[in-house]
């Protein structure tokens, strides 16, 4: 459930990391390591200490970074007035017959996975075991995501809503908690129920779980006021947009960014089958700054899937979607060029997908737009969208089409990024590829996300 890279374990949703050693001729040799689900108030060491030896194994848990990397012995004394110690071993027996339950579980699951409710059954523990890892104390009962029409509502009684964080056109975001965990709750008026079912039903689909989409945590409704909410694990930094407006980024910040983006996007567009379970290929239809956030460790995480289409197999639209106004979901300013002419297919399932891809580019604009590097020895421009150069904050679907569509304008790309270095010849070609007035010439999700992996190699290089 965490961010992992390489040898290094980002503990997003815990502030205690915990470390499994075995003793070898007086020697702690590293086991296990990891992140642990205790809050920062059940684990107040910042070293990795430990008193005693069960079977050659002993454990510590600690709250400062790296801190499970080495591990020292402390005589018990010096714990006497350590209220943690007293339930330290019972804390590590917990710990193992948690790990023994689990395993049975898991065994009992696979025995299970030819029949399809037990598949379901499958995804509904995994997804409580999420929850679960974010909540240290009571746990809160999730939503049955299988049954998409009605399920059974969350526990609400200890949600606290302490401040608003956007307003949509269909919904609006709030900040609050819920078992003193802080979460976001994306609430739906009565109005925009279909936008809320539809969004639902993308983050119920199997498998969509992904470190570059918002963590959903469950969904329901307050049936006092018909009001519709989902309920996501809070991203720190709020929306790309708001992040870009309140802060510049160096190169390398400004690739992780951009990245993470183009890793989320590509998994969205993944159709996944294993194990029995299918995560169709899912277009996003509306992506823009306003729609991805971003996370504490500065990667992104998309979201907002009200208008998103899932690429069922075979893939068909039903009569209903066949109106103009399904071909202009999603924001204007971030339309393709087909899009804003009516042009796009939308039995087509590629260029479905290159719409989002020449979205992706220009929030690769926006993010490289607000590099340090990018502009040597001059001021970074105050953030800006896309467009809004060249047509205001305000500009109609005709002004769109004529700049975009007619004229094949694309947002400026900064002389100063020629004279920089070698790098950011290869990301205007990326923009270039991802924007391109021709969808079947446009770059895919993968190919920018693997040319933007390249480019983070080739500044570490």
Known sequence: ADNISGPVQHCSRSECCVGFFEIVDGVARPERLGCYNYSFARCPRAKCTYTSVNDNFTSCLCNSDFCNGNITWVPESEHATDPFSQSYSSTVLLVLSIAGM??????????????????????????????????????????????????????LSTKELHQILSRGHYADVWKGTLNGVAVAFKIYPPAYGNLYRNEKEVYSLPMMEHGNVALFLGAGEW???????????????????????LNTNNWEATLKLGFSLAQGLTFLHEEILKDGLHKPAIVHRDLSSNNVL??????????????????????????????SDVRLVGTLRYMAPEVLDGHLNLRNRSELKQADVY??????????????????????????????????????LEDFRQLVYEKRERPFVPQLWKRSTQFCFSLEEILGDCWDHDAEARSSAPCTADRLSTLQAMSSA
């Open 102 to 155: 689990v395993l049975i579980m898991l065994v009992s699951l696979m025995l299970m996975t030819k029949c399809r409710h037990a598949v379901q059954k499958c995804g509904f523990l995994w997804r409580l075991r999420v929850m679960l890892s974010s909540v240290p104390e009571e746990p809160v009962m999730l939503v049955n995501e299988y049954n998409r029409d009605e399920g059974s509502p969350i526990d």
């Open 223 to 245: 049936t006092q006021k018909g009001h519709y909410f989902l309920l996501l694990e809070l991203a720190q930094h709020g929306s790309l947009k708001s992040f870009l407006s």
């Open 294 to 323: 971003v996370k504490a460790d500065g990667t992104c995480v998309l979201c907002d899937f009200g208008s998103s289409t899932i690429l069922h197999t075979p893939f068909a639209l039903g009569a209903q979607q066949q109106n």
């Open 359 to 396: 979205a992706l580019g220009l929030l690769l604009w926006e993010i490289a737009m607000r590099c340090t590097d990018l502009f040597p020895g001059a001021r970074v421009p105050e953030y800006r969208l896309p467009y809004e150069a060249e047509l205001g904050l305000s500009p109609t």
